[in-house]
């Protein structure tokens, strides 16, 4: 397949492409700046253009574009740069391979397990309804912007990624750090599930999905998500640190702000990835353990 891919540089965009190119695929960049190659196609999200003739030979499209909600507060200025960098890109994307001849045959479009809100002890499937906050209407708001393409009959996947587990980044990179120092405990009371997912992981599965017809919502976690309690004994045995006290949710609403530690930290969702599962999807890293065990020998 020739696959083009937006959020190319990102820390799954980075592991995706050349992940693709050994499995076969040529691989076209979708770049803000001006283009180096003719493996560079330019486009402007926030302009929503993206002339649909670039996109004339493209098989696919993974698109992975958009602000990081996690790094920063969530002031009302971030939530609409969020909301903003997520519609414009996908609205942008989906038109264009609306309007394309020949137009693409797959979208695989990211999205999150943000859909779910809030889900407590609850198992979580991709027939499991939206939840309730900011960010669920985020992503609700996200997915349905992919609807040009989907009229136009392309097949569209909505990669929900849970919690990307990489040394060089996400939530590994904000809280190794902090645990070989010894100060990495649970978070409030610990409950909330974690639904973990390697980047190795996470960009097979995508490779996966652009090679299996599959369409709808698509989980990218592992199959045993964890609360963040046994997240945090696991991590902390791994590497060898001693027991720490909690960090009290007020701690972490001033820190972070209220609504960062609200919508992304204090809550979790107990997700599984039921459609990867059926479909015969192998995972490298099943487990939090091995997981963790992946990373912290890769950052040693």
């Known amino acids: 397949m020739k696959v083009a891919v937006t959020g190319a540089s990102g820390l799954i965009g980075s592991a995706l492409v050349p992940e693709l190119q050994r499995r076969g695929h040529d691989v076209v960049r979708l770049v803000r700046r001006p283009t180096k190659g003719a493996d560079e196609i330019r486009w402007d999200p926030a302009e929503r253009r993206l002339e649909p003739t670039a996109l004339a030979d493209i098989d696919a499209v993974v698109h992975l574009a958009g602000v990081n909600v996690g790094d920063k507060r969530l002031t009302d200025k971030r939530k609409a740069a969020v909301l903003d960098s997520r519609i414009d890109g996908t609205t942008t994307i989906s038109t264009a391979m609306a309007a394309a001849d020949p137009r693409p ?21 991709e027939e499991s309804p939206v939840g309730e906050g900011w960010l669920a209407d985020v992503v609700l708001r996200w997915e349905a912007a ?39 405990g649970r978070l409030d009371g610990g409950g909330q599930y974690w639904p973990l ?92 353990e091995s997981i963790l065990r992946y990373i912290a020998k890769r950052s040693a």
């Not at 040009?148 to 097949?155: K, T």
């Not at 969702?269 to 999807?281: I, K, M, S, T, Y």
């Open 146 to 184: 992919t609807a040009a393409a989907q009229d136009a009959g392309v097949r569209v996947a909505h990669c929900r990624s849970g919690l990307v587990c990489s040394q060089r980044g996400g939530i590994m990179g904000r809280v190794l750090p902090l645990f070989k120092l010894g100060l990495g």
């Open 105 to 125: 045959r797959v979208l695989l479009s990211g999205s999150a397990v943000g859909w779910y809100g809030d889900g407590g002890d609850q198992v979580l499937t």
């Open 197 to 288: 997912i390697s980047l190795v992981d996470e960009v097979s599965a995508i490779a996966f999905l652009l090679e299996h017809d599959i369409q709808g919502p698509v989980n990218l976690t592992g199959p045993e998500p964890v609360t963040n309690a046994e997240f945090s004994r696991t991590l902390r045995r791994i590497i060898g640190r001693p027991p720490v006290p909690p960090v009290p949710a007020i701690a972490l609403k001033i820190v972070l702000g209220s609504d960062r530690a609200n919508e992304i930290v204090l809550i979790g969702q107990r997700a599984v990835p039921r459609v990867l599962l059926d479909h015969g999807f192998v995972f490298e890293h099943p487990t939090a």
